[in-house]
């Protein structure tokens, strides 16, 4: 009996996850032109006769008026770019003092842009990583292909505890078409991945997406805790009211705060940080409007 209500609590929270993925994509797309997307719109076609439910706007009124007959323009979809989402689930991940932990946004994040990449007729494709590749889904402009991917990723759990970012950005450097548009979504508790963003620049468009917790930013003075580093599960006991630790925690988070931004910025990509607890849709709108 524990097993089935662990699966249907699982499905609830795979719906829940789905359905506000569905709501924000499509808050993000209404009325919203999203030019970082190559190639969206629509390409002319051909002029045919008016057919029953034809949008009235795509009537041609002066082929209409010389033949005496009703006719229209049809449009195809331009094809849009190939997007990759390379979506970081190592242990980090799991740590959160709100409502979500970064893994939890980081999921919720790959599913929405997904999604709008899907409504712009993008092919997407999906790398899954820890400190190795988890998942691969190769880029598809079908949602039922996508969809095949969203329960593993959202119920994923990894067993692995250090990130590392070499597999999944050698995978794209190596086997991957040039011109992508591909997101990098992860907390970036890491330092050795510049390098390896420098070449994958190279021949695609970079978006580092950086989630966190607001307690990262300013860690409470709560006395002596007993900490644990979830990438190299080691336990620490510390004094969190000192100002020594208070010094060092300050210096090592605005290392890896440095070291990221200046990452995307140096190599002309854009980034952008979101936090477990917000509201991140108009964030999202205004990125995904920059050409």
């Not at 969809?147 to 590392?164: I, N």
């Not at 409470?220 to 100002?243: A, C, G, H, R, W």
Request: charged content about 25%.
């Amino acid at each position: 009996m524990e097993s089935l209500h662990h699966y249907l609590r699982k499905a609830q929270q795979f719906d829940e996850v789905v359905l506000k993925a569905q709501k924000l994509s499509n808050q993000i797309c209404h009325g919203n032109q999203t030019s970082i997307y190559k190639g969206q719109g629509n390409l002319f076609e051909e002029v045919r006769k008016y057919q029953y439910g034809d949008d009235v706007r795509t009537i041609n009124w002066g082929i209409t008026a010389k033949l005496r007959q009703t006719y229209v323009k049809t449009y195809n979809k331009e094809k849009g770019q190939t997007i990759w989402l390379v979506i970081d689930v190592s242990k980090s991940g799991i740590f959160g003092t709100r409502e979500r932990t970064k893994i939890d946004t980081i999921k919720e994040l790959s599913v929405v842009l997904a999604l709008i990449s899907l409504k712009n007729n993008c092919s997407v494709g999906a790398l899954v990583f820890s400190d190795k590749i988890e998942l691969i889904h190769q880029p598809s402009t079908s949602f039922s292909s996508f969809s095949k991917l969203l329960y593993p990723l959202l119920s994923f759990s990894s067993s692995r505890h250090k990130t590392d970012f070499a597999p999944a950005l050698d995978y794209l450097i190596s086997r991957s078409s040039s011109g992508a548009l591909v997101f990098i979504i992860s907390d970036f508790i890491s330092s050795d991945y510049q390098e390896k963003v420098k070449i994958l620049a190279q021949k695609h468009d970079l978006i580092g997406i950086r989630v966190y917790d607001r307690t990262e930013l300013a860690f409470p003075k709560l006395s002596y805790m007993n900490l644990v580093d979830t990438e190299s599960n080691q336990k620490i006991f510390v004094d969190t009211s000192s100002q020594s630790f208070k010094a060092g925690y300050e210096k090592w988070l605005n290392c890896h705060l440095d070291y990221f931004y200046n990452t995307f910025t140096s190599l002309g990509h854009q980034s952008l940080d979101v936090a477990t607890d917000e509201d991140y849709v108009e964030k999202l709108k205004k990125l995904l409007k920059k050409s």
